[in-house]
T-cell receptor, first 113, second 115 residues
C-alpha cells in the first residue's frame, strides 16, 4: 500500500542531543513537509521541499534542519538549538506544491527529558 | 498576516445531532480550504475540501460551505455517530512561491459524540 512512514513513533532524548526523525513516502509525490503539533495548537510548518535537492524554511525552522537527497525521503533533525523540542511531529507529502491534498504520516512523538 | 481562526475548541453532541465547526481566514487570495480529521495518536486525514470557485460541497453526512466575501468557511456533520469523535482541523492555502502553496491550519476542534 502507498503511504508515508514515519519512525520512530516515540523518541526520548536528553537535553543537548540532536535527534533525527525519518520520513519515507512511496506515493511518488514531489512535495514533502514537516509540521509540528503542540496541544491546543494547529499544525505549524517547520520545513518544506518542493522537489528533490531543494527545501525551504517554514514558519518555525529555528533549531531544525532537513535534507532531501532522494524523492521519497525527507528526514528532520531536531538540534540542541531548538529551545522547546518536546512535541508531536508530522511529516506530509503532496503530489505537487500547488494547493491540494496533504497525505500525513502517523507522527513521531519526541520527548526531551 | 496569515491566520486561520477556528471555533469552537470543543464540541459535545448527542449521537444523531448535527455538529458545525467554523473557521475564518485572513488572506483574501486563499483559494483552497480542506478539513482534516485526526484520531488519537494518528496523523490527520482529509475528509473534505472546497475550492474558492464553489460555495458548497457535500459528501454523504459531511458538507462544507464557503463565504469568500466574509472569509469564512464551515464544516457540517449531520447524523453524528460515536466514530465521528476526533479532532477536526480546518486549513486555508497561502501562496508562498510561484506555483507553490502552503496550508495554514486552525487550532482544532475536539468533537465528542455521546451515544
Amino acid at each position: 500500500d502507498g503511504g508515508i512512514t514515519q519512525s520512530p513513533k516515540y523518541l526520548f532524548r536528553k537535553e543537548g542531543q540532536n535527534v533525527t526523525l525519518s520520513c519515507e513516502q512511496n506515493l511518488n509525490h514531489d512535495a514533502m513537509y514537516w509540521y509540528r503539533q503542540d496541544p491546543g495548537q494547529g499544525l505549524r510548518l517547520i520545513y518544506y521541499s518542493q522537489i528533490v535537492n531543494d527545501f525551504q524554511k517554514g514558519d518555525i525552522a529555528e533549531g531544525y534542519s532537513v535534507s532531501r537527497e532522494k524523492k521519497e525521503s525527507f528526514p528532520l533533525t531536531v538540534t540542541s538549538a531548538q529551545k522547546n523540542p518536546t512535541a508531536f511531529y508530522l511529516c506530509a507529502s503532496s503530489i505537487s506544491g500547488s494547493a491540494g491534498e496533504l497525505f500525513f504520516g502517523e507522527g513521531s512523538r519526541l520527548t526531551v527529558l | 498576516g496569515e491566520n486561520v481562526e477556528q471555533h469552537p475548541s470543543t464540541l459535545s453532541v448527542q449521537e444523531g445531532d448535527s455538529a458545525v465547526i467554523k473557521c475564518t481566514y485572513s488572506d483574501s487570495a486563499s483559494n483552497y480550504f480542506p478539513w482534516y480529521k485526526q484520531e488519537l495518536g494518528k496523523g490527520p486525514q482529509l475528509i473534505i475540501d472546497i475550492r474558492s470557485n464553489v460555495g458548497e460541497k457535500k459528501d454523504q453526512r459531511i458538507a462544507v460551505t464557503l463565504n469568500k466575501t466574509a472569509k469564512h468557511f464551515s464544516l457540517h456533520i449531520t447524523e453524528t455517530q460515536p466514530e465521528d469523535s476526533a479532532v477536526y482541523f480546518c486549513a486555508a492555502s497561502i501562496r508562498i512561491l510561484a506555483g507553490f502553496q502552503k496550508l495554514v491550519f486552525g487550532t482544532g476542534t475536539r468533537l465528542l459524540v455521546s451515544p
